[in-house]
């Protein structure tokens, strides 16, 4: 063991070092990748999404954060707490509490607009995670919506975790938090449309 390094009047790092962090190696239990919750959303308000994107108009996304091209392939559109209250409600609401009950994030509020995601035939996003720790990203907790019919296309999976690929029906939901890895496999016949949200707190807490 090496020697410690003395910090004055017979106080060591050793010593501060123990007062802040445990030595002993805690045990903490299995959480999660993702949970699902059926029927969040009920089919008209599902379709009253997809009609407020409808009017106000998509605008093609190809980059990533960094702006890096072709990291993504989709179509989007931007919708405010004042147009669907509702919906940040129930994110809000559906996310505190599993949050309590299987990450104990440190969440603090809603800090950004959702957005409906537009799929259509060949789009796709490769792997990311949208919580990056090297920009000024304070998402924490991750939800994917989806507004339409699961018939209404094919292809379009989306996978957490690497290996966990998510099924959902149209007002299903699925939350995960914000680190983990997520792609979306490329669309091959018809539209995915999905809304993505975001709960917000401070940096690794």
Not at 34 to 53: D, F, K, P, W, Y
Not at 180 to 187: R, Y
């Amino acid at each position: 063991m090496p020697n410690p390094i003395y910090c004055g009047k017979g106080v060591s790092t050793t010593d501060v070092a123990q007062s802040i962090l445990y030595p002993i190696p805690l045990f903490s239990r299995r959480m999660p990748s993702h949970v699902c919750r059926t029927g969040l959303l009920s089919q008209s308000e599902c379709e009253r999404l997809v009609a407020i994107a409808a009017h106000k108009g998509y605008r093609h996304f190809d980059h990533s954060r960094y702006g890096e091209t072709g990291a993504v392939q989709v179509e989007t559109c931007e919708v405010t707490p004042a147009e669907a209250e509702f919906v940040y409600a129930k994110m809000a609401t559906t996310a505190a509490e599993l949050n309590q009950e299987y990450w104990q994030l440190s969440l603090t509020g809603i800090a950004e607009t959702f957005r409906v995601l537009r799929y259509v035939d060949g789009y796709w996003t490769r792997p990311h995670v949208d919580r990056d720790y090297r920009l000024p990203d304070s998402s924490k907790l991750s939800c994917i919506m989806q507004l339409v019919p699961s018939d209404d296309f094919s292809g379009g999976v989306l996978t957490v975790a690497e290996i966990d690929t998510i099924t959902m029906q149209q007002g299903d939901a699925v939350f995960f938090p914000a680190h983990e890895i997520h792609t979306v496999s490329p669309l091959t016949g018809g539209t995915r449309i999905v809304l993505a949200g975001w709960v917000h707190g401070p940096a690794l807490h």
